[in-house]
């Protein structure tokens, strides 16, 4: 295209996105006309991208990080012919594709979920470090972000990791138009203010008016060669440009346009110009699904070991057997031990350093990618990326993520290191699965089961040695149990997980001296729950106790709730778990203390048996 049909494209889009939100009369088309001439040059010019085949291993990757800005990225698809006419006039409508902010789920043109701003960039970040690293196919990616989201912490945490790793296929594109949700945003139209914050980061900027079509084509042609550097284009903008009534007026966020055939009118009218974007170059995908023969670590029965050390080398095992693993790790790989898996496989291994955000972010963007991330760090630190997690739920991302050093069993390091709500954080996200093993062999087994699942998986791993078991044959399914106590005789159930495991079976042992036969399940699947063998349990012990080295609310007592919430009659339950804010003791003395050690269980079962002696 030249200029002027770069100008009148650009108009179609505003255009396009008007209709849109005033049909839905909802949406932000102020916020997509800013950034219409970006859009338009890019799609015109830069892009390369076949629609009827999105996993093309040689698109370039778009990622729109101010996903409000949707009508304009579904007026782009309409122009591509990728959406219809009529399909883009469905916006915000039931069940329609078109959502108010992009999403994988329904259209596989976008490559993550966008909406909570500041993620747009982590996520480019990790396909871009895919595309450099793994795919290594030359493909782009370029972020579109808003200038309000450059106050998000996150990006700065995924400027400095691109900068890092001399990410020159990636380009970001700021619509920088002034204004915020409620006003004006910090730096304004100051574009050298966000150019020294990219430089600081090894970042090469180009400053542009982004409504000048001819200097944004120059811009873009310049990112594609840097020579080792990421690109900002920091392009000023006007909100709402090009319609009189909204053009650079603040109060104007997130509604339809006033007068939209007023607007239209203004603009030019309505056009239904047809843009040819750039086919990819060929290219095909590197990486395999299996590559080996899978060789796990074997734990013998009665032999100690730590949770965590079985999942570095089950890990790094499967690393061996599946060329699709990556793993990822918040320079705790030491502690985690994902150092083992760098060890064995240092191509498939990414040091995120500690910015846990940038961590869930680029295991998104790889898994985006075909790729299978496992992302670690403590369990507790895991909770500064929760957005992140929630937002990778919304894309339907396939991501691992292990925390370890959970509960207060790691000890002396005290409460600002304990995970103690980690289980209730992914409990309630949307698709996941949960899983806490309490051996090493159950633990190197459901490492190899995460990577078959879909959604988010989540594996809780101890710092301390534990005794084996479990035989290396044992299988465990996700969504089972393993019952490890049981008799005809036995009076109320213990349900544990983890570390709690061995202690409930300390008590069953305690118990039984004294004559009160137990029961104690293994509830390893926190997520999925066995609801059977809970039903069962509760239909022929009359009670359940339950352990666990978490907080009460949302972790493993919430979960053995659910199996009852079906209508039948709730058993008679005790809960056990940490209610008080711990301090540095040892690990034993930080069960006792949490009242979830074998002597408190065995102390809580002996009323429970003896009221239901006396009913």
Not at 68 to 96: C, D, I, N, Q, W
Not at 261 to 278: C, K, P, S, Y
Not at 395 to 414: E, K, M, P, R, Y
Request: hydrophobic share 40%; proline share 5%; charged share 25%.
């Amino acid at each position: 295209m030249n200029t002027r049909q770069l100008v009148d494209f650009a108009q179609q889009l505003r255009v396009d996105s008007v209709r849109a939100a005033d049909t839905a009369n909802s949406g932000h088309p102020t916020s997509s006309m800013s950034a219409a001439d970006l859009v338009a040059v890019l799609f015109a010019h830069h892009l390369r991208y076949d629609f009827e085949r999105p996993r093309h291993p040689g698109n370039d990757r778009l990622i729109l990080s101010k996903g409000h800005a949707s009508p304009l990225l579904y007026a782009a698809y309409k122009a591509a012919g990728a959406v219809s006419e009529s399909e883009l006039l469905t916006f915000r409508r039931e069940g329609s594709r078109l959502e108010g902010h992009p999403s994988p789920r329904r259209l596989p043109w976008v490559e993550t979920a966008t909406g909570s701003l500041g993620q747009g960039l982590p996520v480019g970040v990790g396909v871009a470090l895919a595309g450099k690293r793994l795919d290594r196919t030359g493909y782009r990616v370029w972020v579109l972000c808003g200038d309000s989201e450059l106050a998000e912490g996150s990006v700065w945490e995924a400027a400095e990791h691109a900068g890092y790793e001399h990410l020159d296929n990636l380009t970001v594109i700021v619509d920088v138009n002034r204004l915020g949700q409620r006003g004006p945003t910090r730096h304004g139209h100051d574009l050298d203010a966000y150019a020294r914050r990219f430089q600081a980061f090894g970042w090469h900027t180009v400053e542009v008016d982004g409504h000048d079509v001819d200097a944004v084509d120059r811009a873009y042609a310049e990112a594609a060669s840097t020579g080792g550097q990421p690109t900002a284009i920091l392009a000023r903008t006007l909100k709402g440009k090009g319609v009189a009534a909204v053009q650079d007026r603040e109060g104007l966020h997130g509604k339809p346009l006033p007068d939209a055939e007023e607007a239209i009118a203004e603009l030019g009218g309505v056009r239904d110009h047809h843009v040819d974007v750039r086919p990819p170059p060929a290219a095909r995908m590197l990486h395999a699904v299996s590559s080996g023969h899978l060789d796990l670590p074997r734990f013998e029965i009665g032999e100690e070991a730590a949770t965590r050390d079985a999942f570095g080398q089950a890990l790094a095992a499967l690393g061996g057997a599946r060329g699709d693993v990556v793993a990822l790790d918040g320079e705790v790989g030491d502690s985690t031990r994902a150092e083992l898996f760098a060890k064995e496989h240092p191509d498939r291994y990414f040091e995120c350093y500690i910015a846990e955000q940038q961590l869930v972010g680029a295991a998104v963007g790889m898994a985006a990618r075909g790729w299978v991330p496992y992302a670690t760090t403590f369990a507790a630190f895991l909770t500064r990326a929760h957005d992140f997690v929630r937002m990778a739920a919304v894309s339907g991302s396939g991501i691992n993520l292990v925390g370890s050093h959970a509960g207060v069993a790691i000890g002396q390091d005290g409460p600002s290191q304990m995970g103690l709500e980690d289980l209730a954080m992914f409990r309630a996200l949307y698709g996941t699965t949960v899983l806490y093993p309490c051996d090493a062999n159950q633990t190197a087994k459901l490492v190899v089961a995460m990577a078959g699942l879909e959604g988010i998986r989540y594996l809780r791993t101890s710092r301390g040695d534990s005794p084996v078991i479990y035989s290396p044959t044992e299988e465990f399914p996700v969504g089972g149990s393993k019952v490890l106590r049981a008799s005809s005789d036995d009076r109320l159930t213990i349900v544990a997980a983890g570390v709690t495991v061995h202690e409930a079976l300390a008590a069953a042992d305690a118990l039984d001296g004294e004559g009160i036969q137990v029961r104690v399940i293994d509830l390893y699947s926190v997520k999925p729950v066995d609801c059977a063998t809970l039903r069962e349990a509760a239909e022929e012990t009359g009670c359940l106790v339950t352990v666990e080295d978490h907080r009460e609310e949302g972790g493993l007592g919430d979960a053995v709730l659910d199996a009852f919430t079906d209508g039948r009659p709730v058993p008679r339950l005790a809960r056990l778990a940490v209610r008080t804010m711990p301090g540095s003791a040892s690990p034993a003395e930080q069960l006792r203390a949490a009242g979830i050690d074998a002597q408190s269980i065995a102390a809580a079962a002996r009323p429970l048996v003896e009221t239901a002696v006396v009913r």
